[in-house]
């Protein structure tokens, strides 16, 4: 067993006795506990960020909760949330209209500088902030949306209720940093692993809804998938 994984099972047992939200001593204080190089505590501590023992708030390191486990479905974030019986709700970043260009016009089965209605939203469970989403809609299919739709309620919700059902959904799914503004947002640092999650759904006539970017926090969040034969 190397080193930084010996530091990394102690550092656990500490983890153990400590409540969820409690600082975590320092590189330094670690360091000197277990007499080892400060470089040897940060990899042992990078590799528990990664598996979500712990999370970061500005230079603080602090015990973190469970992580929520999102399937790769169809549905939505605040009921899968819920259904862990944790808090779920969103925050606005802001509504934009935009024109589509080539490449979203594609994805979207629509012509290059169609207008476009984009949503932009942070995630939160139990008040901490673990995602942040995009989502890209064709104006022609959701008219009066900006004005209408409850932000902090499901977009999936409010779709299906102006009679669009969802058949399928495409995603495609890789590991990133987020950039400063998404750190910002996210109130984390540019060094914290994400996942970056980009799905166009359709309807049952093969026509799409959406294009939804999500970039979720690897630290705070795991995928599931149930395949079938």
């Known amino acids: 067993m190397l ?9 656990e047992e500490l983890l153990d ?6 600082t975590v001593p320092s ?3 670690l360091a000197v506990r277990f007499d080892v190089a400060r470089e040897t505590v940060r990899q042992a501590l990078r590799e528990l960020l990664v598996a979500g023992r712990i999370e970061r708030q500005g230079k603080t390191t ?12 169809l549905g939505s974030y605040t009921e899968a949330a819920r259904a862990e019986g944790r808090s779920a709700t969103r925050i606005l970043v802001g509504w ?12 979207l089965a629509i012509e290059p500088g169609d207008p476009i209605i984009q949503l932009e939203r942070v995630l939160t469970t139990d008040g901490v902030r673990l995602g942040l989403e995009t989502t890209r809609l064709p104006a022609y299919r959701y008219p009066g949306l900006i004005d209408t739709f409850d932000y902090t309620r499901s977009l999936y919700a409010e779709i299906a209720a102006r009679g669009i059902s969802f058949a399928k959904a495409v995603d495609s799914i890789e590991t ?8 910002a947002l996210l109130t984390v640092d540019t060094r914290t692993p994400m996942f970056l999650l980009k799905r166009v ?15 979720y926090r690897g630290d705070r969040m795991t995928f599931t998938a149930i395949q079938t034969p």
Do not use: F, M, W
């Open 27 to 29: 590189e330094r204080d």
């Open 96 to 107: 934009s209209r935009l024109t589509a260009d080539p490449e979203l016009a594609a994805q």
């Open 62 to 73: 602090l015990v973190a909760g469970p992580k929520l486990v999102l399937p790769l479905a």
């Open 176 to 183: 990133t940093l987020p950039d400063a503004r998404e750190a």
């Open 17 to 22: 006795g400590l409540e969820v939200g409690a």
């Open 201 to 215: 759904s359709y309807d049952p006539a093969g026509i799409p809804i959406e294009h939804r970017r999500s970039l």
């Open 3 to 11: 080193k930084h994984q010996i530091v990394r099972a102690s550092i």
